[in-house]
């Protein structure tokens, strides 16, 4: 729900710009079509911004954001959806608060006077980012939730922090500067992030679990982030024996109940994202359940046998009675959206994936709808992924002889082909200050330092030099906390590192918020409910990977809402087929590529080697190049174009206009 934009500036008399906070507010307009509000507090030097998709109470004027406490010392505008916000509301009403609309983001106006800062943030259950300033302490508080659902953005620049909900947001204002920074760039060209950064110089996130808090002294913002939850595993010794099966069965049970039925309230009809994987198929089976009526349910087919799932879908919606709905994508028409998805990811993408989810959000719009549930955060929990019991397998089973360790390594490549090169390295990589931190290189980050490997050869001969000695792995690991990794079980260092890399800064970007929300969609993943993820780091690593069965415990817990086929069926990762494994497919990227990477274009953006560029298509058309290895380079070479149309849509054109001009477009004036 909603776009959120906002500054602040260091002298508290320098006013803030009205016509900017609504430009702000225009480019975002796909979040929040709705309606818009701003609110400008006097003598502060403090501003909001807010774009509307009404979910919740959808009374346009009474839930009109930014809103402002009664007493006029709060100002809040906020993304997202606060859960559980009838039962707050009911004990705050007992406690004489009174409240002017229905909308779940008033809680906050009402918790943080009564609790303070640190207490309130324990009540926030959902996916949010909040911006609250506090006109009598004179602070900024920007939250963002536990898991990075929702995006959130900021940025210094001309004496003033400038935040918002999408890199546009930032770019919209006029004093904030547009270009990459090295190590961004480096990156984004393999694809894992460095958590908190972006691709552009000097901006920022604010890190899941975490608030930046931003106050004034002496003529200027000093600016801290503090964290207030985070994915904690156990100790190794503080989990002692285990309880029985069924404890954990039940608890996943009841846990994961509870977070889908909260995540079905609306003043609007909740549709299921259908895929053929376990996950998504429980939250239907969860949701069908839970409702009267039959719930929607929306399914993606691409034209490729060995990537398609709706067989599956389908018999999984007709076991529950849904109404499906499916659109079947060929997979060389992916690329013609390529560059509309980009303008949205804001980041490059490995896979187009993310436009098949952006055109699959699209078509449930047109149905509709606004909210879907869907089934992200599985995985990280439950240890689906084939990393993950790579890891468990060969640094998590102390008593697996090296024959055993070798078999179970052996079918675990048998049965993840399509995915090595990808979800899998086609070869061990190992990265010092990742083993230093972890005690070895988790599987989900070895294919992406592998296609590091070839980065310094793309990039412009000027940036190189500035790259000397850059190792990007030691960046990754030296944003994560040590505290939260040592001491723990194996596969527990694994999917901590995922939750903080992959997760985050891929799956809820690319493959969540900014696909969805480009079509004014909002997507809830009842999985990264905050209550269910505490339950399942205490689950023993030996019951979330059982012997050859992944996800042990989920699946026993839901036995009794998926289908056998279901059950039993293997973890199958969800994505759009390569280029490679086409002709047709192929070509489409290569009219792309012919089209951002010629040697003209690469000139103008000033970022890349074309001599490199030229090599690498070279050695992806090989014919000796392994299938493995063809899987990198296409993603290699979707990060190359991606590189290319960011620089056109953020730096080559001109923001802060398009922004103005979209406002007048709307209809929406200071």
């Given at each position: 729900m909603c776009g959120i934009a906002g500054v602040m500036h260091a002298d508290p008399l320098r006013p803030v710009d009205p016509h900017t906070?609504?430009?702000?507010?225009?480019?975002?307009?796909?979040?929040?079509?709705?309606?818009?509000?701003?609110?400008?507090?006097?003598?502060?030097?403090?501003?909001?911004?807010?774009?509307?998709?009404?979910?919740?109470?959808?009374?346009?004027?009474?839930?009109?954001?930014?809103?402002?406490?009664?007493?006029?010392?709060?100002?809040?505008?906020?993304?997202?959806?606060?859960?559980?916000?009838?039962?707050?509301?009911?004990?705050?009403?007992?406690?004489?608060?009174?409240?002017?609309?229905?909308?779940?983001?008033?809680?906050?106006?009402?918790?943080?006077?009564?609790?303070?800062?640190?207490?309130?943030?324990?009540?926030?259950?959902?996916?949010?980012?909040?911006?609250?300033?506090?006109?009598?302490?004179?602070?900024?508080?920007?939250?963002?939730?536990?898991?990075?659902?929702?995006?959130?953005?900021?940025?210094?620049?001309?004496?003033?922090?400038?935040?918002?909900?999408?890199?546009?947001?930032?770019?919209a204002h006029p004093a904030v500067p547009r270009r990459f920074s090295t190590q961004g760039l480096f990156h984004q060209l393999m694809q894992t992030i460095v958590p908190g950064s972006t691709a552009f110089e000097g901006v920022h996130q604010v890190r899941p679990g975490h608030a930046l808090i931003v106050e004034r002294a002496h003529g200027r913002l000093h600016v801290r982030e503090e964290r207030y939850w985070d994915m904690d595993f156990p100790l190794l010794e503080e989990r002692g024996a285990p309880r029985d099966d069924a404890y954990y069965i039940e608890g996943v049970r009841e846990q994961l109940l509870r977070a889908v039925q909260l995540r079905l309230e609306a003043d609007v009809p909740v549709a299921c994202y259908l895929s053929g994987g376990i996950d998504s198929c429980i939250t239907l089976g969860l949701s069908a359940a839970s409702q009267q009526s039959p719930v929607k349910a929306f399914t993606i087919g691409f034209d490729d046998a060995a990537y398609d799932e709706t067989a599956i879908a389908r018999e999984m919606a007709q076991s529950v009675g849904a109404d499906q709905d499916v659109m079947l994508l060929e997979a060389d028409h992916l690329y013609d959206n390529l560059v509309e998805t980009l303008w949205h990811t804001e980041r490059t993408i490995y896979n187009t994936l993310g436009v098949a989810k952006l055109l699959m959000s699209r078509h449930v719009n047109r149905a509709g709808y606004k909210v879907v549930v869907t089934g992200e955060g599985s995985d990280e929990l439950f240890a689906g992924y084939p990393a993950f019991r790579r890891d468990m397998f060969l640094h998590g089973l102390d008593t697996l002889s090296p024959a055993e360790r070798a078999s179970w390594q052996q079918l675990l490549a048998e049965s993840n082909q399509l995915f090595k090169g990808a979800m899998l390295a086609e070869n061990e990589v190992h990265d010092p200050a990742l083993d230093a931190l972890v005690g070895f290189t988790p599987s989900c980050l070895q294919p992406w330092l592998a296609a590091a490997a070839h980065v310094p050869a793309l990039i412009a001969p000027r940036l190189r030099d500035e790259l000397a000695g850059y190792e990007p792995g030691r960046a990754i690991a030296e944003a994560l906390d040590p505290a939260m990794i040592e001491g723990r079980h194996p596969l527990d260092k694994a999917q901590y590192v995922w939750i903080k890399t992959m997760l985050e800064g891929q799956i809820l970007t690319w493959g969540g918020d900014r696909v969805d929300m480009a079509n004014s969609m909002e997507a809830r993943p009842p999985f990264l409910d905050h209550h269910l993820a505490a339950f399942a780091a205490q689950i023993p690593p030996g019951l979330r990977i059982r012997g050859r069965t992944e996800k042990y415990v989920l699946r026993e817990a839901m036995k009794g809402v998926l289908p056998k086929v279901l059950y039993e069926r293997e973890k199958f990762a969800f994505m759009a087929p390569p280029a490679h494994t086409d002709a047709k497919k192929w070509a489409a990227m290569k009219a792309l590529a012919d089209g951002y990477l010629n040697q003209s274009a690469i000139d103008d953006a000033g970022l890349l080697d074309g001599d490199g560029v030229r090599a690498l298509f070279a050695l992806h058309e090989h014919p000796d190049t392994p299938a493995a290895t063809q899987v990198r380079l296409d993603a290699v070479i979707n990060h190359l174009i991606g590189v290319q149309v960011l620089h056109r849509h953020f730096v080559a054109q001109d923001i802060p206009a398009l922004a103005r001009r979209r406002a007048e477009e709307l209809g929406w004036a200071a």
């Open positions: 906070l609504v430009a702000m507010a225009a480019i975002q307009h796909h979040r929040g079509p709705d309606g818009f509000g701003y609110h400008v507090m006097e003598n502060r030097g403090v501003g909001f911004s807010h774009a509307r998709l009404s979910i919740i109470d959808l009374d346009q004027e009474r839930a009109r954001q930014p809103f402002v406490s009664a007493d006029g010392e709060l100002l809040l505008a906020a993304n997202g959806e606060l859960y559980d916000y009838k039962r707050l509301r009911a004990e705050l009403v007992m406690q004489g608060a009174r409240f002017r609309t229905r909308s779940d983001s008033e809680l906050v106006l009402h918790l943080y006077p009564r609790l303070g800062f640190e207490d309130m943030l324990p009540h926030l259950r959902g996916e949010f980012a909040i911006a609250l300033y506090d006109r009598a302490r004179d602070r900024l508080m920007l939250i963002r939730d536990r898991f990075g659902i929702k995006p959130l953005y900021w940025t210094e620049a001309d004496g003033a922090l400038v935040f918002g909900s999408e890199l546009k947001v930032l770019f």
